[in-house]
């Protein structure tokens, strides 16, 4: 059977209740928001969701939503050597992008053009993906560009 | 700052990198056996205890419980402390730091440190799934991203804040290689480097080239470590651990903060040279580790040898050459040597005895050396690790 499970991923899926306690940020990321924890104490914001606050060290968080759009800081492009099952992808673009709103500078794959076709504080859309094994995972589209070889 | 009694780091030695057709296991030996040729007084039955830097293991060489078994391979039978440091990019430095604080503290009297990294594997895939384990592996490595676009967004934010050229970057890699070019042990000994030639190779993540990025190297190195009143049993020239210093702030990108501003490599130097009591202006070389082309540059500035913003300058000025205000990696560097994760801090160490011995070729002697520094950052520059050297006589 072929594998298709990007390896970077954990071998085994752990995005369910019975492995791990930030499930809901993937059943908030299946329905197409973005989410994490904030410290009910101190006001923190953590990424990623975190189980308890590295600032005050409570257990006291609460789920807050994340805005869907951010504008890039920097960016750029794995041309070679992608990791095991992530081959075919390349090039693989990625990015920081602070995202609108809220005090947070996200990391992720950007989809929809390639890194020639974008630019510093160019605007990216966060979006749920799905990955192999009933899993999903985000990453961030622009509009305008030309297609990107990808799994978009 | 007192830091224990004193430590003197007394000889060393490297295998020869590069992709070899050798085992984890046969490069310890390789390690081992140039090691004792180097140290012609060091007894194995008077070692007591073994640090070993090796930074993945598991997954290059499906081994764990590593140490035992380099100890086996180089014959020692440690009673003191025998342990594995990993610390990615800084595992070898990370082990002679953690022999140093043995030594300093009384628990140990003579220490081999050896690092050792085998990555080139038939599935260079296989090896990247390895590097984006490096990184907050679910929630940034799984986004297919390991060093290079890191390091690569580093760079294009240094370009568009300080007017940081490609030239500029090339300038590291050519300066780099050509110190190599005196290097036997170097992954690219016999490979010369021009500027026009780097500008000239693929872009591997951009706005960085091949030539900007270090290697995927196999390779070992090992060093000894005394306590200071042992140390003229080995040599006539100790080379005297005076300061150290590490610091580690965060690990998601999300929280890296300024990608050009290395506050940890910032702290860390305070730390290192304020228990060296010493300015960076007073060091004769350093061994900075230039990962990527743009690592070398900011280090520059972190490390305060010029104003922020100013690397790329500082190395056109060749400020970095021999002639220059300090000498940066004259032993040809991550860029011209190649990374074996493990490796690569302790044999920046050998290159400073070598270099305090004058013991390496003219074309990479520093002048008279006095102090050395020895930088590693790990992982996406969240970790610097340093140390700082002092030549006895
Ligand atoms: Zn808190």
Known sequence: MKRTTPTAFDFFPQEESQQTRVSRFFEELRAGRLSTTRCRKDGALLWPPRVACPRCHGEDLEWVELPLTGRLYAFSAVLVGAPLGMEQDLPITVGLADLEGAPLRLFGRIVGAGWERLSVGQRVRVEPFAVPDERVFYRFRVDGGLAENSSA | ?393
């Open chain 2, 1 to 393: 700052m007192s830091t224990g009694r004193p430590v003197a780091l007394v000889g060393g030695a490297s295998t020869v990198w590069g992709v070899r057709a050798a085992t984890w296991s046969e490069l310890v030996q390789e390690a081992g056996a140039r090691l004792f040729a180097a140290v012609p007084g060091l007894a194995a039955a008077d070692v007591d205890s073994l640090f070993v830097g090796a930074a993945e293991p598991e997954r290059f060489a499906f081994q764990s419980h590593v140490a035992p078994l380099a100890a086996e391979l180089l014959g020692l039978a440690p009673h003191r402390i025998v342990q594995r440091t990993e610390l990615a990019c800084a595992s070898g430095q990370s082990a002679i730091r953690s022999a140093y604080a043995a030594i300093a503290a009384g628990l140990s009297e003579v220490a081999v440190v050896l690092g050792v990294e085998k990555m080139n594997l038939p599935s260079m895939a296989e090896a990247n799934t390895s590097m984006a384990c490096v990184m907050d592996r679910p929630w940034d490595g799984a986004h297919g991203a390991t060093a290079p676009p890191f390091f690569a967004m580093v760079a294009q934010r240094h370009m568009l804040e300080y007017g940081t050229t490609p030239e500029q970057l090339a300038g590291v890699s050519v300066k780099n290689h050509r110190f190599a070019n005196s290097n036997p042990d170097a992954q690219f000994y016999e490979k010369k480097f021009s500027r026009e030639k780097l500008l000239g190779l693929p872009l591997v993540a951009p706005p960085l080239r091949l030539g900007d990025c270090s290697s995927m190297t196999d390779g070992a190195a090992a060093v000894v470590l005394v306590a200071g009143e042992k140390a003229r049993q080995y040599t006539d020239t100790p080379a005297w651990v005076r300061g150290s210093g590490q610091h580690a702030s965060w690990h998601n990108l999300a929280n890296s903060g300024s990608l050009t501003d290395w506050v940890g490599m910032r702290s860390a130097a305070r730390e290192a040279l304020g228990s060296a009591g010493i300015t960076a202006q007073q060091l004769d070389f350093a061994e900075l580790h230039d990962c990527f082309t743009i690592s070398e540059l900011i280090e520059y500035e972190m490390l305060g040898l010029c104003p922020r913003g100013q690397g790329g300058r500082y190395l056109e000025e060749g400020q970095t050459e021999i002639g220059g205000d300090v000498v940066v990696n004259p032993r040809g560097g991550l860029l011209g040597c190649g990374h074996p994760l493990g490796a690569t801090g302790v044999a920046q160490a050998v290159e400073v005895y070598r270099q305090f011995t004058h013991s390496v070729p003219p074309a990479r002697q520093v002048p008279d050396p006095e102090w050395a520094l020895v930088h590693n950052l790990s992982g996406s520059a969240n970790v610097h690790s340093m140390m700082v050297y002092q030549r006895g006589s």
